[in-house]
């Protein structure tokens, strides 16, 4: 079993519809926990950490779950540009990130 | 703006040769990963290190050797390359904060 666990893609959704992507992980001492977005096989870059109290960044809502090792992300008024992958992350412990696999959006007019 | 780079960005070598691929970052992060990415697997952990002279093994270190001699430099050797190794392999630093830096990835191909 994988450490960091993502819904499978894709996911196609029309323009304006809210979206939410779901990441569970199996290490408890699990330390911090990110959102990343990847464009077409890109470098990842970060879209958001993920606080133990909800984050909210504009149309995007972060949540962490701690008590069942799960972290959400919530899309609202999805835009075209937000076609990406969104890639879960997790630091194990000790500096050690670990991805999912990867949840692929597409937004479509 | 250096950044973080890699080097070659696009290689093919033939299977059973020694490849490496070259990693420098200018920030004097503590951190350093190596991540291959593969269709339908994500980004996996290779090989990370916390420190100079300090590595550690990640999800799939079979078949690579890392290296950290120096802060700014985190090298990956495949020894033996296998057609298995053909993927896209992306560094990364980190200052142990909540940004890892990436750089622009080092396309491999192995015939």
Redesign the interface.
């Given at each position: 079993r994988k450490?960091v666990e993502?819904d499978p893609g894709p996911f196609n959704v029309p323009e304006g519809a809210t979206v939410a992507f779901n990441c569970t992980y199996s290490n408890s001492a699990s330390q911090?926990f990110?959102w990343?977005r990847q464009d077409c096989?890109?470098?990842?870059?970060?879209l958001m950490?993920v606080y133990s109290s909800g984050n909210e960044d504009g149309r995007f809502t972060a949540q962490l779950n701690r008590a069942s090792q799960y972290i959400s992300l919530l899309i609202r008024d999805s835009k075209l540009s937000d076609s990406a992958t969104y890639?879960c992350?997790v630091n194990i412990a000790?500096?050690?990130?670990?991805?999912?696999?990867?949840t692929e959006l597409s937004v479509k007019p | 703006d250096a950044g973080i780079t890699q080097s070659p960005r696009y290689k093919i070598t033939e299977t059973g040769r020694q490849v490496t691929l070259m990693c420098h970052q200018t920030w004097s992060h503590s951190y350093m990963f190596w991540y291959r990415q593969d269709l339908g697997h994500g980004l996996r952990l290779i090989y990370y290190s916390a420190a100079a002279d300090i590595t550690d093994k990640g999800e799939v270190p079979d078949g690579y050797v890392v290296s950290r001699s120096k802060t700014e430099n985190f090298p990956l050797t495949l020894e033996s390359a296998t057609r298995s190794q053909t993927s896209v392999y992306f560094c990364a630093s980190s200052d142990g904060g909540n940004t890892i830096y990436f750089g622009e990835g080092s396309w491999l191909t192995v015939v």
């Open positions: 450490e993502q911090s990110f990343y096989r890109k470098e990842p870059k970060l950490s890639l992350v000790g500096g050690k990130l670990i991805f999912g696999q990867g | -």
